[in-house]
């Protein structure tokens, strides 16, 4: 099964060569896209690397529970030395830098300390020298030194900058003496042609010189920054924020371009449009979001502060988005604009947690945090609650409706999938397992459904009588979070705790194809119409479009 494209959450370090894994360094050919080689020296988290200006080394620095710093040959793919990275009567440092000439100096800065570093290599020793700060105490976030090493800058959880220079260890100046940045210096970066640019925690970009450090231009992004890169002399570069946001920003101009996005929250669901594969939506947290599959270009974003969406699926004519949020209220949005076209109030007590349309776009079917399935009537101007089925003991999961909209089945975390009568509005049929439900399926001609959750067995039920016809073990480890099935019938596939997507083939039982790429459980996944993409989505906000193994 080939990865074709990720979007991938948390815009972390854009430059680095050396990926942080967890007691792991892993070493990467940048060019070859190939894995070199694997370091391990560390307990628990590394926080921070940094490579020698002519890639002779790699500096580590261990987390809380290491606390050491580690400098490794990357010829020899081997530690030269280590040595505590922070005295003991200071905090644990967090950021690490390579001098810009010479590969024997670095410089380590923390909570209350800031270390210059010679590397001995006759001797394999690292010698630190504590940089004197005075009466002034600070938490270090963020790190840059000058081109010509002349001095370095640091950036603070006050939101000062402080100067050092690197040969006395001595502070040079400090600033801005007013209007500090808001929430943290979060990222810094020396220019080549001088001055600095400075990312706060709250978003704001910064072009700015020492002594005042007063904003010469400045712009707003979204999210706080987590770094900045210079492409070339510094003429352009890239800022990535905590809203999993990159920018690419011209430096005459100081004008921002969104190049890639996504969800920096857990995403909750995914769905396709009936009969097109050339765009989904998904929801995470607060945002809806519209995406073009072929491009994985975001084309429209809907917000709703403060809440979180649980469940979304498009109405057949394509007209609306209907969304299930967490303040018990049911959201209609136009698809091209994101206008807000209607709100059912008080939907649920607990909660939307699951929603579904059927097919002639004239009702919706919701499921709540109370376990009651409700049943709206949807009028051009009116929305009128048709019936509460209350069966359900808990919080309503999944709700899939069968084609000629006579019946619904809906699976529930207490246990139970019911399979309701959507004329006369009762239950037909109750099916009872040990377990969790988390999602469900109808096979394309009805007559069965397929089941999976917390216990990690895949079941199939008859829809006739809710006797069980056969289980599967669908996962070794986890509970599996999503399935869904081809128009034929032929194969489905499932995601889930594993981190694995899944392919089997619906006779025989048996998985024919593995997809290996989220790090986080997967919480949704469908395949396109006219089987050509499989999406599945993570709680770590990743979207995967996978090649589809079986194309119609």
């Known amino acids: 099964m080939e990865n074709q494209t990720s979007l991938k959450a948390g815009v972390a370090e854009l430059e680095l060569e050396a ?36 890639d002779l080394y790699l500096v580590s620095l261990g987390g809380p529970d290491d606390g050491s710093v580690v400098v490794w040959s ?25 001098s810009k000439c010479r590969d024997e100096m670095f410089v380590t800065a923390g909570n209350g300390t800031i270390r210059v570093w010679e590397l001995d290599l006759p001797n394999r020793k690292i010698w630190p020298t504590e940089c004197q700060t005075g009466q002034m105490k600070r938490i270090v976030m963020s790190i840059t030194m000058a081109d010509d090493d002349s001095f370095f800058y640091l950036g603070t959880t006050t939101g000062d900058i402080l100067k050092m220079n690197p040969r006395t260890k001595l502070l040079a100046d400090t600033g801005p003496a007013k209007d500090k940045f808001s929430l943290g210096v979060s990222a810094i970066k020396c220019l080549k042609m001088g001055g600095l640019l400075v990312g706060s925690g709250a978003g704001l970009l910064v072009f700015c010189r020492s002594p005042s450090y007063k904003p010469i231009k400045k712009i707003q992004l979204q999210g706080g920054i987590t770094s900045i890169t210079p492409r070339g002399e510094g003429h352009h570069f890239f800022v990535g924020t905590e809203e999993s946001h ?60 403060n809440m979180t969406c649980h469940s ?60 009651e399935v409700r049943v709206w009537q949807i009028g051009c101007q009116t929305q009128k609650l048709e019936e509460a089925l209350k069966e359900h003991k ?47 399926c109808y096979h394309p001609e009805e007559f069965q459904i397929i089941t999976s959750g917390t216990d990690r067995k895949i079941a199939y039920w008859e829809v006739f009588d809710g006797s069980v016809i056969r289980e599967l073990e669908g996962s070794l480890s ?30 025989e039982g048996e998985v024919t194809h593995v997809g290996v790429g989220h790090s986080g459980n997967i919480t949704g996944i469908r395949i396109s119409p006219g089987n050509q993409y499989i999406i599945s989505v993570s709680a770590d906000g990743a979207i995967l479009r996978w090649k589809c193994p079986f194309s119609s």
Not at 24 to 34: F, G, H, N, V
Not at 398 to 409: A, G, L, Q
Request: glycine share 8%; net charge positive.
């Open 246 to 305: 990159i920018y690419r920003v011209n430096f005459t101009d100081f004008k921002e371009t969104l190049i890639t996005t996504c969800h920096f929250e857990a995403v909750q669901d995914i769905v396709f449009p009936f009969g097109t594969a050339e765009l989904f939506a998904t929801c995470a947290k607060k945002d809806i979001r519209v995406w073009h599959t072929l491009s994985n270009r975001e084309l429209l974003r809907i917000t709703v502060p």
């Open 478 to 507: 986890g509970s599996v979070n999503g399935m869904d099935i081809t128009q034929e019938g032929v194969h489905f596939v499932t995601g889930g705790n594993d981190h694995l997507v899944k392919v089997w083939d619906y006779n």
């Open 394 to 440: 808990s919080s309503v999961s999944c709700i899939r409706v069968k084609k000629n909209n006579e019946e619904c089945v809906t699976a529930s975390t207490d246990g139970t999938c019911i399979i309701w009568d959507l004329v006369r509005l009762r239950r037909n049929q109750m099916i009872l397992a040990n377990t969790l439900f988390q999602c469900v």
């Open 312 to 371: 979304i699926d498009f109405m057949r004519d394509g007209k609306s988005i209907i969304s299930a949020w967490d303040d018990g209220r049911i959201r209609a949005f136009a698809p091209e604009t994101g206008r807000l076209i209607y709100v059912i109030n008080n939907a649920h007590r607990i909660g939307v947690t699951a929603i579904a349309t059927t097919s002639d776009c004239k009702r919706v079917i919701s499921g709540g945090g109370e376990g």
């Open 19 to 54: 990926v942080i894994g967890f007691n792991d360094i892993i070493l990467w050919d940048y060019k070859k896209r190939e894995l070199i080689a694997r370091l391990s020296l560390h307990k628990g988290k590394i926080e921070a690397l940094a490579f020698s200006p002519n």
């Open 74 to 98: 990357i010829a020899k793919r081997e530690a030269i030395c280590g040595s505590p990275a922070a005295g003991l009567n200071v905090g644990n440092a967090t950021t690490v830098l390579f």
